[in-house]
C-alpha cells in the first residue's frame, strides 16, 4: 500500500493505530479552496482540530471536515475512540434524514460506474449525494479503491458529492461500526442520499443489509442455469436486482435475464415486508434505467413510511447495532489487553504443540482477561 497516507495526527510510533489509509484522491478545485481556508490544519501539525471546530464543520456540510471526521471514527486509537464518540454524540441529532443505500455485486458488476451515473443524476435533481465504498480485498490487491476513485471522477468533482473510499484492510467486523457512523456523519452534513458500495464477498452482503434502507443487486447477464446457481440468500436480501450493462449487443440478453430474476424473485422471500423486489435492466455507459431506479427506491420509501415498515426496520437496525457493538468493543478490549497480548503467542504455540487443549487455552485467557 505505497499510496495510502496516514491521517496527518497519526503517532508515527504506533503505526497500527490506524485501521485504514487515506488514499490519495483527485484534485477538486472546491477543496482547493477549503484547503486554502483551513491553513490551519497544515500549520498544526500532527494536532488534530478540537471536536467542536469539526461539529461546526461537519454541520455547514464542508468536505474537509466531513473526512476529518470520518477519519477519526476510524481510528482505532483509545483516545480517538472517545473523541469520536463524543463528537458523534453531538451530530446525532441532526442524522436520520438521508435515504441510506446499499449496493452490491461481484468484482466488475459496474457498482463504482454505476454509482457515477446514478450519484450524478441524483445530483442533477437538486440532492446531495454521499458515497462510501468499502472494499474488503483492498489491503489484498493493493488499492482496487484507488480505480474506482477516478471511475467515479466527474460526481467526485460535483460539489454536491462527497466520495469517501475506505479500505478495511480485511477487518469486516470493525468496518460495520465504521461505515454506520461514517454514515451519520454524513447525515449530519446534510446529505439527502447516501450510496455504499460494498464487494460481493459474502458477509459482507449481510452487513451492509444490516445499516442501509434499501438494498440493491447489480448483476450480469447471463444463462438461465448460472440464475438458478446463484445463492437464493443474496437475492433475499435485494429489494431490487439491477441488470446492469444493458447497452449496445447485450440491451436483449439483459431483458432476457430480467425476466429470468423476475421469476425466481417471485417465490423468494420478499426481502422488505409488503414490497415486491422486482429486476430492472440499466447501463451506465448510456444512461438508461437510472431514472427508474431512484422511481422505483422512491416508490419504496413512500410506500414504507405510510406502512411504518421503513421506520420498524430502522429500530431494528439500532438494536442490532448495540449489539454489534458490544461485540466490537469486547473484542477491541480483549486483544489490546497487555496481558493477553503477552500471553497469546506463548497459548498459541502450547496449543499447536499439542500440550494444552484450545477450550483450556481460551479459559485461561479469559480468567485474565476478567482478572479472575
Ligand atoms: N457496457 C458497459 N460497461 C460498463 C457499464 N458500467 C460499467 N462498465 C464497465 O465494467 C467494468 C467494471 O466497472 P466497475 O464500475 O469498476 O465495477 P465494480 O467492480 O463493480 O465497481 C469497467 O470496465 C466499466 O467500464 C455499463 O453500463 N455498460
Ligand atoms: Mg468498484
Redesign the pocket.
Known amino acids: 500500500m505505497t499510496d495510502g497516507k496516514k491521517p496527518e495526527w497519526s503517532d508515527p510510533s504506533r503505526p497500527d493505530v490506524f485501521s485504514s489509509l487515506i488514499k490519495k484522491g483527485t484534485e477538486q478545485p472546491s477543496q482547493n479552496q477549503i484547503i486554502h481556508k483551513g491553513m490551519r490544519f497544515q500549520k498544526k501539525r500532527n494536532q488534530e482540530p478540537p471536536i467542536e471546530e469539526i461539529y461546526e464543520g461537519v454541520l455547514k456540510g464542508d468536505r474537509k471536515y466531513i473526512a476529518r471526521a470520518i477519519t477519526l471514527v476510524e481510528s482505532n486509537g483509545e483516545h480517538h475512540f472517545q473523541e469520536a464518540q463524543r463528537l458523534l454524540q453531538k451530530l446525532l441529532p441532526q442524522s436520520g434524514k438521508s435515504v441510506r443505500i446499499g449496493i452490491t ?1 461481484v ?8 454509482i457515477e451515473s446514478f450519484g450524478l443524476y441524483l445530483c442533477s435533481l437538486g440532492l446531495r449525494v454521499a458515497v462510501l465504498a468499502i472494499d474488503p480485498s483492498s489491503s489484498i490487491s493493493g488499492g482496487s479503491i484507488l ?2 476513485k477516478t ?1 467515479m471522477e466527474m460526481l467526485s468533482r460535483n460539489p454536491s458529492a462527497f466520495i469517501r473510499p475506505s479500505a478495511s484492510g480485511g477487518k469486516l467486523g470493525g468496518v460495520h461500526r465504521k461505515t454506520r457512523e461514517a454514515m451519520l456523519i454524513c447525515e449530519a452534513a446534510g446529505f439527502d442520499v447516501i450510496l455504499v458500495e460494498t464487494v460481493g464477498v459474502g458477509q459482507s452482503e449481510v452487513i451492509i443489509r444490516g445499516m442501509v434502507d434499501f438494498f440493491m443487486l ?1 448483476v450480469l447477464t447471463g444463462a438461465g442455469d448460472e440464475l438458478q446457481g446463484m445463492k437464493k440468500g443474496i437475492m433475499e436480501l435485494a429489494d431490487a436486482i439491477i441488470v ?2 444493458a ?2 449487443d ?1 440491451k436483449l440478453p439483459a431483458e432476457k435475464t430480467k425476466h429470468e430474476y423476475n421469476k425466481i424473485l417471485h417465490f423468494l422471500h420478499p426481502a422488505t415486508k409488503g414490497w415486491a423486489s422486482r429486476a430492472y435492466t440499466c ?3 448510456d444512461n438508461t434505467g437510472i431514472d427508474k431506479i431512484w422511481e422505483v427506491i422512491c416508490d419504496f420509501k413512500h410506500l414504507g413510511e405510510n406502512s411504518g415498515t421503513f421506520e420498524d426496520r430502522r429500530k431494528k437496525q439500532s438494536r442490532e447495532w448495540i449489539y454489534s457493538m458490544i461485540t466490537d468493543q469486547l473484542q477491541f478490549s480483549f486483544f489490546h489487553h497487555p496481558e493477553i497480548k503477552a500471553m497469546l503467542p506463548k497459548v498459541e504455540n502450547e496449543v499447536i504443540a499439542g500440550n494444552r487443549t484450545v477450550a483450556a487455552a481460551v479459559d485461561a485467557l479469559f480468567k485474565i482477561f476478567l482478572n479472575k
Open positions: 455485486g468484482p466488475g458488476a459496474g457498482k463504482s460506474t454505476f480505480g474506482d471511475r447489480l446492469h450493462k447497452d449496445g447485450n447501463s451506465s455507459l
